[in-house]
Every structure is written in C-alpha cells, then in structure tokens.
C-alpha cells in the first residue's frame, strides 16, 4: 500500500472515530424541564413516568393482567345547601386488582362541578380518593350531578360518581291558590303560606292586584305549625287574601308580592297566580232544562192547558225571601211554592187552555222566567230563558 493510500485511510477513520464519539455524546445530553426548578426535578419525573406508564395501561389493556377498580359509594347527598355556597365530598377508589389501575377524570353534567383525583395511578392494593367539588346556584330544586371517572378495568372502564342535594330557598311561595266557591257578590277569602328557608325573618311589604275589592294581611306562623312539617322552614307567615267578584263565573289574575328581608338589605317579588269561580245564587233544576239554552217547550196548540215544574235552591243564605220577580211572555203563569228543606222551592209554570197564538223561539225573541229576593234583585236573583210557541187550532 502507497504511503498516499494509507494518509487516506488514516483520515477516514479519524472522522468515523469522531462522528461515533459525537453521536454518543449527543445521545447521552439530556435538557432540563422548562419552568421546574432543580429541587422538584424528581417529583415531575415521577408524574411524567406515570403519565406514560397509565397511557401504556390504557393503550394495552388487553395484554396485561386486570386492574380491578372497586368503590364503596359512587353517590353522595349533602341534604339540604345554602344558595350560592359549595360543597365538596370525597369518594374512596379501591385497585383490587392485580395490575396497575389508571385513572383520568372525564366529562361532567356541569360546569358547576368539578372532579380532582388524588393518583392517577394505583399499584394493586392501593387506594385514593376523588373529590367532587359543587358550587350550587340561587334556584330552588332538587339537584343532582355527576362526573365520569374513566379507568383500565376492562370490565369497568367508566365509573359514574353523583353528588345530589336541594338548594334552600330564600323565599318559597306558591304559584298558584283557588278562592272558595261564592255566589257573585259575596265576599271569598283565601290563605296561602309563604316561607325562607334561609331568613330568620322578613315582612310582606305589600300585595298588588286587580281583584275587586281587593284586601290582605299577614300573620307569622308558629315554627311548629304541622303545614311547616316537610318545609324546612326558618320563618314562615299565612297570607289572607279577600275579594268580591261581581260577575258571575270564572275570574282569575296575578298577585304581585314584595317582600323584605328583616335587615333590609334585599328585597323578593314573588308573582302568584290566582283563580275562582263564582256561582249565581240561585239555581234551577230539571230534567227539562239546559245549562246554557234553557227550557224548551217545543210548540204547543191552544186547545188544552200545559204545566211544567223546576225546582229551585237558592245558594247560601237561605232566610231570604225569594219570589217570581218576572216573566215573559205573559200567557205563561209562574208561582213558587216551599219545599221541605230551607231554601228550596218548586217552581211551577202554567200555560192556560185557549191562550193566544204566542211565538218565542227565536233567538231575538224568547221567554224568560226571574226568580230572587225583590229587595235585593240586581245580586240576588236569576233566570232561564224559555224557547217555544203556542198556536191556535183553527176552528
């Protein structure tokens, strides 16, 4: 070999011995963590090895022996919360198993609560908690949550975990009452409770509504009234509320409560609906008759008499005085005679024998027959309409 040959030689292997040499030196240069301080090298270390390690678990779950995931409860209640308050529980997660158990948080129901793991990783043996965390809001209800815990055991990979409770109530009132059944005109008066389940105490400051003579008042109620029983109730009052609808019928509208906590700081509008209905004071009865057309007689000939008989009660007050005030058409003779029982009487009608041809079947043109007490007609009274006609036979 040329003493060129081997210069040759000589420098190719010098670069082979150096790139080799730099190559394992590049290969043993290890960058230390952005953001971790030399002190808690270690401990990141550790998370990053078992971040891997439950990826691994996760990824290879059908090769490796089973991770048992077991929990005592996967529900808890906290009962009755505060509004605006949080609460948090921890639930026990067991590795029964006889491989590494991964854990990793999912999704929840709500933005309202949040789930933290103790370990991520459990060895077989061991055990750690998850904790819910639940910040609960201002509305009134029954609340329930959940949060989905996601494991390595093939036979349960996803763990629902639930944390449940009812939000106290500020101020707790019905959305609706009814008003007893009246006659028009006569006075209804209804009660309805409204509570806190959080203020000691608090005043009803006024009540809105369009009712016909329209009162209230409210009165505190005792804690041990038994309507409170299943209310939880810190202080609680019975609103009385009283009208007199004038027309006969259903009524219904809205009251508007405003109310003030005891130290003044916040002030409630509660809105509650209300509804009645009122009757007229005197009824009819008979097999005859329609609710809405009356009675109707059909067409009658002139050549024999006709009687027909009602029966009438009158609602309420029964010592009033109660007479036929009128009728139409005057062919027909209206009397009323007391029954048995107070406030009851038969109504009877006679159309006498060869009364005049007569039409009232029309819708513009019928009879009617009124019947109440003459010294208080206009509220105390009530008729039927009467549909029919009489027609002389010709001779």
């Given amino acids: ?12 292997g010098s670069l082979a011995a150096m790139i080799t040499v730099a190559s394992g030196v590049s290969l ?5 963590p952005y953001g971790v301080p030399d002190g808690r090298r270690a401990e990141y270390e550790r998370k990053i090895a078992d971040l891997k390690d439950r990826e691994y678990l996760f990824q290879n779950v059908d090769k490796l022996s089973e991770a048992i995931a077991y929990m005592p409860d996967t529900t808890h209640d906290f009962g009755m919360m505060d509004p605006h308050g949080t609460a ?19 999704t929840t129901t709500c ?15 061991e055990q750690t908690t998850v904790e819910l965390t639940w910040n609960t809001g201002y509305k009134v209800d029954e609340y329930e949550q959940s949060a989905i815990l996601q494991t390595n055991d093939p ?11 009812e939000i106290k109530g500020e101020l707790l009132s019905p959305e609706t009452i009814t008003f007893p059944q009246r006659n028009v005109a006569e006075t209804t008066h209804a009660r309805f409770i409204v509570c806190s389940q959080v203020w000691t105490n608090f005043e009803v400051e006024n009540i809105e509504c369009g009712a016909e003579d329209f009162t ?21 009052v019975e609103i009385h509320v009283i009208t007199t609808p004038l027309e006969q019928g259903r009524f219904s509208g809205n009251m508007e409560l405003v109310i003030r906590s005891q130290d003044g700081t916040k002030t409630l509008k509660r809105t509650v609906s209300y509804s009645g209905k009122t009757r007229s004071p005197i009824s009819f009865y008979s097999r005859n008759i329609h609710r809405q057309d009356g009675l109707d007689i059909g067409t009658l000939t002139n050549n024999k008499s006709y009687e027909f008989h009602l029966v009438v009660r009158t609602n309420g007050d029964t010592s009033r005085k109660i007479e ?15 029954l048995k029982t107070p406030g009851n009487f038969r109504l009877s009608l006679k159309i006498p024998q060869d009364s005049p041809t007569t039409i009232f079947n029309m819708v513009e043109k019928h009879g009617y027959v009124q019947v109440g007490d003459p010294s208080d007609k206009n509220q105390f009274s009530n008729w039927f309409p009467i549909h ?3 027609v002389e036979l010709s001779k």
């Fill in 111 to 125: 933005k309202c609560t949040a789930g933290k793991l103790g370990s991520s990783l459990l060895q077989p043996g």
């Fill in 1 to 12: 070999m040329s003493p060129s040959s081997k210069r040759t030689l000589l420098i190719i």
């Fill in 216 to 236: 209230w008042y409210a009165e505190p109620l005792n804690e041990h009234d038994p309507r409170l029983a299943d209310k939880q109730s810190a202080y609680a």
């Fill in 28 to 32: 043993s240069v290890q960058y230390k």
């Fill in 388 to 390: 029919g006609a009489v």
């Fill in 88 to 106: 948090s529980h921890q639930f026990e997660i067991h590795n029964k198993g006889s491989a590494p158990l991964a854990l990793k948080m999912g």
């Fill in 155 to 165: 036979t349960l990979p996803e763990i629902e975990i639930k944390v449940k409770g």
């Fill in 324 to 338: 036929v005030l009128d009728v139409m058409p005057k062919i027909i003779n209206a009397s009323l005679t007391p």
